[in-house]
């Protein structure tokens, strides 16, 4: 099988469905990750820290520049722990690609779709907090219109901090991968990030991550596992 999976962020892969990417691999399956947005210039400011203020100088900018290569490098050691090697980086802003022409965005994914052809998607879920994650399904859902398409498989994945945080909630799995072989190989790649890792008892700490996993193990009858909202699935 051809997976590609789509996501906002740096570290979005890992959160969703880093184990399930490493068990695709195992199996012989062919994964890409797209990255469309930076994961950074949000912040407004250098240092990995929030402010208020959409004007930064010349060396506050250079400063984020080398912060966006420095999780890029942190997001191609992820994937290598995951044993993926085909990566791709856009450069979407952070946190406001709701402010650009959602065409402008559905191009690019379909792109990535023409170029692969893959046989799945993975991506974000519709219901998360991060206007990000919402933009990017609502485009990858366009690109994926069943016409004249290969695609077998559309499903979304939660991503800490972010599907659960949002009020009502609305992430519904009905589709669940046995990850005890590759939970503690998708950790490390999450502590890959350095910038994006928290303690414990924030949803990207790696106790919640174990925890996570545990939770949807014990709600489909396994030790671990992670849990996937199938949004559209043809059989061919």
Partial sequence: MKILVIVAHPDDEILGVGATMLKHVEKGDHVRVVYMATGITARRSSGYKNVAVYNNNKSELEKMRKEIHTIQKDAKKACSILKINDIRFHKFPDNEMDSLPLLKIIKVIE??????????????????????????????????????????????????????????????????VNIDNQLESKIRAMEAYKSELREFPHPRSSENLRMNAGKWGVVSGQKSAEAFEIIRRIEK
């Fill in 111 to 176: 792109d990535e779709i023409n170029d692969m052809i893959p046989d799945r998607i993975y991506t974000h879920h519709y219901g998360d907090l991060n206007v990000d994650h919402r933009t990017i399904y609502n485009a990858t859902l366009t690109a994926c219109r069943p016409i004249n398409s290969s695609l077998k498989d559309l499903i979304c994945f939660e991503v800490a901090s972010s599907t659960e945080w949002n009020y009502p909630p609305s992430f519904k799995p009905n589709y669940f």
